[in-house]
């Protein structure tokens, strides 16, 4: 019984650990876009009003789009 019950809290923990993995991704995509927007670099977007809602758009579709692949796959 001991093993059984090993094995049960272990499945359980990698449930909870692919679950965070998988939310850390969702959360990390929005982060990547606005750090490479943020830089001090010219790319385009800073003379122009438009650029941080081009941005925040770009994050929140991708971050969406993640999230329904991963829901998808089960991973969530």
Known sequence: TMDTY?????NNMNTVMRTLTSVSIVMML?????????MNLINGMEDY????????????????????????????
């Open 30 to 38: 929005p982060t990547l876009i606005s750090s490479l927007f943020g």
């Open 49 to 76: 009003s438009w650029g941080f809602p081009v941005a925040l758009i770009i994050s929140v579709v991708v971050s969406v789009l993640s999230w329904v692949i991963l829901r998808h796959k089960r991973l969530l």
């Open 6 to 10: 090993s094995s049960i809290i272990n």
